[in-house]
């Protein structure tokens, strides 16, 4: 049975969806979270959820692009609870079009907000962690970091991930901090449920397990990696789709 008491976790872009399903799970098996978000009026109600099922969270506004936020986001979470043990960089967009269509801004803001706000948040995390020689990075990449049609700018950025999180791993190993990148398949949350019928089930076509994923699906996984049964396991890049491979 996997236990995080006295664990500290900052889950980014909790408001709502995977991390959302991801910071309930931690708080589930007794860590201490702290949800953060850049859109304060669903943090609010996320948190208040979590409190009501007595669940210790708390809650912290922050746009993970911006390096100040980021920065304090971490700082304060270390200055109140004392220490943190776990990082799930989590939040991300998407701004999808084909590449001869793709704006500036379509580039920037997920290059932005998927690559350099995990940058953001991590480097002052793994300086901590690396002090105290002990701490779990988990950065959420996606399927998609290997190409997808109409998202270079996504993949771009995830695939980013995957080669911030493998270089944090080899550096930080022998201070006890362990790194990996998850890589979501097709899940169900806000991201995913605009999307047409039509193409929904194309891609629910492509699953071998024959369904979407959920939240919690990604978070039981996040959980064993943040717990102190996952030690010897980092550097990776690990799917959790159900079989999904694009
Ligand atoms: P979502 O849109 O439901 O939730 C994303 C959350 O991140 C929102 O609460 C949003 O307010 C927050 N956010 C956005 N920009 C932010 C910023 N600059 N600073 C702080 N918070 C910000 O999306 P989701 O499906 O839950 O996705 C979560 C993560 O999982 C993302 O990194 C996404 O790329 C990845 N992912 C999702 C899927 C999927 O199928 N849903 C698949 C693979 C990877």
């Keep these: ?19 959302n399903g991801i910071a309930e799970k931690l708080a589930s098996l007794n860590a201490h979270v702290i949800l953060s978000d850049i859109n304060s009026e669903r943090l609010e109600i996320a948190v208040s959820e979590l409190k009501e099922k007595e669940y210790s969270v708390d809650s912290f506004v922050a746009n993970v692009a911006n ?20 990082l799930v960089n989590n939040a991300g967009i998407n701004r999808d079009a084909m590449i001869h269509k793709m704006s500036p801004e379509q580039w920037d803001s997920v290059i932005e907000v998927n690559l350099t706000g995990v940058f953001n948040c991590l480097q002052p995390a793994a300086n901590h962690m690396k002090d105290r020689e002990s701490g779990r990075i988990i950065n959420i990449s996606s399927a998609s970091w290997q190409g997808n049609i109409g998202q270079g700018n996504y993949a771009a950025a995830k695939a980013g991930v995957v080669g911030l999180s493998k270089t944090t791993s080899r550096e930080l190993a022998k201070f006890n901090v362990t790194c990996n990148a998850i890589c979501p398949g097709f899940i169900e949350t806000d991201m995913t449920r ?15 397990m024959g369904r979407a994923g959920k939240p919690e699906d990604v978070a039981n996984y996040i959980a064993f990696l943040a717990s102190d049964q996952a030690s010897y396991v980092t550097g990776e890049v690990i799917n959790v789709g159900g079989g999904f491979i694009l």
């Design 1 to 19: 049975m996997i236990s995080l008491e006295d664990k500290v976790a900052v889950v980014t872009g909790s408001a709502q969806g995977l991390g």
């Design 67 to 86: 390096r100040d936020e980021a920065k304090n986001l971490i700082q304060n979470s270390i200055e109140t609870q004392g220490k943190l043990d776990i």
């Design 194 to 208: 605009g999307i047409p019928d039509k193409v929904w089930d194309k891609m629910v076509s492509k699953i071998p």
